[in-house]
Nanobody
Framework: EVQLVESGGGLVQAGGSLRLSCAAS????????IGWFRQAPGKERDLVSC????????YYADSVKDRFTISRDNAKNTVYLQMNSLKPEDTAVYYCAAGLMVYCSTYMGPYDYWGQGTQVTVSS
């Protein structure tokens, strides 16, 4: 059974930090690019960051560059998203997704597996 389980969300004040984790099982983890998407109420689900499956390349949305850092531990089948200097506009449900591709896509379609999401709320 394929599973992606996110954890680490919560309520934090602006300027604070959170670290999200995505634990994967049931598929060939190191062959998949792993992305973090987020969806705020009334908005589309957008790619925040992604880690490729092969060369270690990463993607960051402009809105999170220099604040968020993605990392992956293939031995633990886990991807992390370190979020620093959080802003109220970062408030959203954050989803982990896995796609059988070398490089990350900013579109949802190529991602085969999704987690259930974890809520991140940043208060001002």
């Amino acid at each position: 059974e394929v599973q992606l389980v996110e954890s680490g969300g919560g309520l934090v004040q602006a300027g604070g930090s959170l670290r999200l984790s995505c634990a994967a099982s049931g598929f060939t983890f190191d062959a998949h690019a792993i992305g973090w998407f987020r969806q705020a109420p009334g908005k589309e689900r957008d790619l925040v960051s992604c880690f490729s499956s092969v060369d270690g390349s990463t993607y960051y949305a402009d809105s999170v560059k220099d604040r968020f850092t993605i990392s992956r531990d293939n031995a633990k089948n886990t991807v992390y998203l370190q979020m620093n200097s959080l802003k109220p506009e970062d408030t959203a449900v954050y989803y982990c997704a896995a796609g059988l591709m070398v490089y990350c896509s900013t579109y949802m379609g190529p991602y085969d597996y999704w987690g259930q999401g974890t809520q991140v709320t940043v208060s001002s």
